[in-house]
Structure formats: structure tokens, C-alpha cells
């Protein structure tokens, strides 16, 4: 016979949480409260299930870094399960801030804020000369794809992920500490949001992400112009790219 899996719950059954079931009728109200006050929520809904809950290699990355510090290891599983429920009714990504609202067991949501330190001037332009230098760097980007030739710059030590040191919480809940897990459930928000959308990423660590691909695309136009008769159907039209960053 299978054994069954114990759990932190089943040792510490006063700590138990609201069930999924609680949290989704709570978050429909809250939802639905918001429409007659005029207002109209973004709710996460994570494309992945169980541990795989984002996509996207940029969903992953983001999820594989936070879970990679001790500081976080206890505290991130909650949130896995908060999300999945749910419950982060809004979520929005500003320069180098979160701004997001999580449902718990009492009607009214929380609010959680999380802001990152933005990335040196330095790395924003090793980026920008990076991409310069390989056009389908920058095309990837656009797509969603990662760049191979980026995977070192992004995942070293001192990479473009933010450490806990750089990660700034708050969370209007009774119960805050360090990490409650509206936070956790938010982090995990983040990576999904990023497999909608990658540029976020650059808007979280504060780099002006038109700037960012203006400079970029400078680079392209000076290399196009260079390589003129080479010019083949890899160049993007205007209108996609307008497309693509007018979601931002
Ligand atoms: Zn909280």
C-alpha cells in the first residue's frame, strides 16, 4: 500500500490553511465587488500546474532563482499553492515595482508590494551591447525566446536575477513577517506574468525598457544598413514590434 504523504499541516493541524475551495469563493466576491465599484482586476492564472507552474524559460528562471536562497526555501511552497488557487486578483509591474492584491480568508484582499532594486547603469549597457552584437539576440527577446549567447550574463553569480538583498516586501496582512504567503504567492505571480511577457523583466529591474529597445534597435538599423544587400526576412516589421511593446 502507498504510504501517505505527510505534510507540515498534518504535524500542525492549528496552522492549517482555508481551504482552495474558500479562497476561490472569497476571490469571486472580491472580483465581482470590484466590478460595481468601477474597477476591473487582472487576475494571475498560471499556464503550468503542480511544481511546473511557469512555462516559459523566463517564468522558470524567475521561479529557479527565488528557490535557490535558504532564506526563501520555507517560505515560497505556500505561495505555490496560494497562486495555483487563484488568489492574487491583480498584479501589476511598474519600474522596479510590484503592485499586486491577494485574497485570504478574510473577504477583503490584501495588498502586497514588492520593489527591486534596479540594475547598475553597467549592466543595462552589457545588455544593450550584447544584443547589439548578435540581431538574433534581440529577436529572441522579442519572441520570448531566450538567447543562448545571454545565458551566462543572466544566470551568474552576480547575474541580472535579483538576490533576496535586492527584494523589498510589505504585506498589509496581521500575520507579516518576512515572507506571509500572499508574498510568496505574489512572487510566484511575478513568473507568471514573465511567461506573458518577458519584457517585464526589465521593467522590474528598472531599466527603461522603450530606451532599452530603442538603443537596441539603433544597433540593428547601423548593422542592417552595413550589411544592406544581406538584409533577409529576419528583420521585424515596425507593427510587430509596436504590437508587442504597447502591452507593456
Ligand atoms: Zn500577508
Redesign the pocket.
Known sequence: MARRRTSYYDYYPQFSQPSVSLLRQNAEESIAKAGKRGKTYHPVSPKGSGSRICVSWWGQAWCTNMERYADYANRLPRGKRYVASGTVLDLEITQGQVQAL?Q?SRSTP?R?TISIDPLSPKKQEEIIARCNSEIKDMEDLIYGRFPESLKELFLARDGLFPSPRQIHMN???P??ATM????AAVMYGIGIRLDDNPFYFFSLRGADVDSFVASALEGHVESMLKNADKVTDRVLPDSDITELFGVL
Open positions: 491577494v485570504g490584501y502586497v504585506c498589509s496582512c500575520d507579516w506571509c504567503k500572499h508574498v
